[in-house]
């Protein structure tokens, strides 16, 4: 079955203490990404990657890091958490094509204290 | 800079009833549209989607047409049911491959 899984699905953590949320694909999508979701602002995407090895910023970059080593993982660092990044985040893969959509994981929710 | 407007919610209707939620877009060239469906405790799904003016896009019931002229593309269902109660979010792609998300309409729809 295609999915995209991410973990952990729930997480509390406090202010300071580095976390990875993971991020992986099983359709050999070269494309992945991570959004975060907030009330009244809907999707905002925060990192990207294009392909192993290439990752850029989306409009929400502060804060987090990523790496692509591999092309079916895409794990998501917040090295310092803090309570602003309290969120409902989403990882996403899709090929390169000209009507290409994206899937999408269940979504991590992280309270960071 | 590109980007999708879709009216606010909460919308609640009851079951039978007609649906319609606005989606408006500003992008340079030809985007493409479409609409994702988040259910409780769920990630995004495409609900449909169309990719030149004219297109209309299909699922479910759902309907929505890609028009140009009004940089629109409302989707409409004739008749909700209870399972439709979701959060509905309008995107669109540019030419550059980028996607931009509406900030979502949640809908319930009651018995």
């Known amino acids: 079955e295609a999915q995209v899984t991410q973990n952990p699905r729930y997480l509390i953590t406090v202010t300071g203490k580095k976390l990875t949320v993971t991020c992986s694909q099983n359709m050999n999508h070269e494309y992945m990404s991570w959004y975060r979701q907030d009330p009244g602002l809907g999707l905002r995407q925060i990192y990207y990657?294009?392909?192993?090895?290439?990752?850029d910023k989306g409009d929400v970059p502060e804060g987090y890091k990523v790496s692509r080593k591999e092309k079916r993982n895409f794990p998501l660092i917040l090295e310092s958490p803090s309570p602003n990044q309290t969120s409902l985040y989403f990882c996403?893969?899709?090929?390169?094509?000209?009507?290409?959509?994206?899937?999408f994981g269940p979504g991590t929710r992280l309270t960071v204290l | 800079g590109d980007s999708v407007t879709q009216m606010e919610g909460p919308v609640t209707l009851s079951e039978e009833a007609f649906l319609t939620i606005n989606c408006t877009y500003t992008a340079t060239g030809y985007p493409s549209l479409f609409w994702y469906v988040q259910y409780p405790g769920e990630g995004l799904q495409l609900l449909l989607k169309a990719t030149k003016a004219d297109d209309k896009g299909s699922n479910k019931g759902f309907e929505a047409t890609y028009r140009k002229e009004t940089t629109s593309f409302h989707l409409e269902k004739g008749s909700v049911q209870v399972s439709d109660s979701a959060v509905y979010f309008c995107a669109l792609k540019n030419e550059m491959n980028q996607f931009y998300f509406g900030t979502g309409t949640s809908l319930t729809v009651i018995p």
């Open positions: 996403a893969s899709r090929t390169w094509g000209s009507t290409d959509t994206q899937y």
């Open positions: 990657s294009m392909n192993v090895e290439v990752t």
